[in-house]
């Protein structure tokens, strides 16, 4: 029985130990998928966490370790990096408040990964989404299709949610895609948004389905505002796990996120959401749907202000260097 070679499982490091990060963790232990090194930069705090979490093992019953740190060494071999760690809205304050604060961490957090886990693919969560990504794609160096950021799953499940709550019908029936930036200027495409295949078109007059993409564009904020203390983190969480899950398992879904675009859509050189397939690669592939002119206007135009925002971030990181 000597010299077998241990067993590894799959490794997901969680940097920012939040209220996303601990809950990501939280999911993708209990779902089973990996196991979660949760790494923040205060002491003590990603350490009671994974042993709160760990505690709880034996009555939720899965094989996951949680380990809590806050060295990098401790992240090494991840097959995924999520960075969630940064500062989170407040009342009043747009996503774009955050950046040059978050900037500087997430170049920090991200290459400080790379070193240990060469091979991972990056997900990024932290604000603002577009931005963020694009740094971390450009200080990691790495192939764009192992960089990708997390938003248009949740916006997608944010407006998938209302239309199941104003038609009185199952979420499981309802399709829902949202594309652009993660922010005002998200783009939000009632056509391509289904009951059991029927397109919500059929079901709902314009003004209501107006009323739910507005609802779905302030889905951050409405919680923010009643929260006070921070934003959203339950459906975000559950939103990366699943862009997690996809990926460890290779299942080749088509989720909506932040992708590096090379001519796709007509843009270039840009992060925004767009529907991806998803698999062990990382994004696999990008779908181009149909847009009307009005459309492709506005993903242009939230195009340009992830470009102009970056341009700012970068200036930011400059003067920091
Ligand atoms: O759809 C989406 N992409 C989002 C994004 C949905 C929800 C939240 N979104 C953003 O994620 C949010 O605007 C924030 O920028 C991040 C994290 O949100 P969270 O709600 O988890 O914020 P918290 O609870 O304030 O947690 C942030 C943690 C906290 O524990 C800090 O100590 C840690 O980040 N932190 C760091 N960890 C490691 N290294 C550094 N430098 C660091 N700085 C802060």
Known sequence: YDTLLPCQSPRVSVIGAGNV??????????????DVVLLDIVNGLPQGIALDLMEAQGIELHDSEIIGTNN??????????????????????SRDDLMNVNAKIVVEAATKCLKYSPEAIFIVITNPLDVMTYLVWQATGLPPQRVMGMAGVLDSSRLQTFIAMELGVSTADVHAMVLGGHGDLMLPLPRYCTVSGVPITELMDEITINRLVERTRNG????VKLLQTGGAYYAPASSACTMVETILRNQSRLLPAAAYLKGEYGLQDVYLGVPCR????????????????????????????VRQNVHLALDSLKVLM
Do not use: F
Request: charged share 25%; hydrophobic share 40%; proline share 1%.
């Open 21 to 34: 990060g601990r809950t990501l963790a939280q999911r993708i232990a209990e779902k089973n998928l990996a």
């Open 220 to 223: 951050g904020a409405e919680i």
């Open 278 to 305: 998803l698999g062990c690669r990382g994004v696999e592939s990008i779908l181009e749907v149909r847009l009307t002119d009005a459309e492709r206007l506005d993903l242009h135009t939230s195009a340009a202000s």
């Open 72 to 93: 990098y060494e401790d992240t090494a071999g991840s097959d995924i990096v999520v960075i969630t760690a940064g500062l989170a809205r407040k009342p009043g304050m």
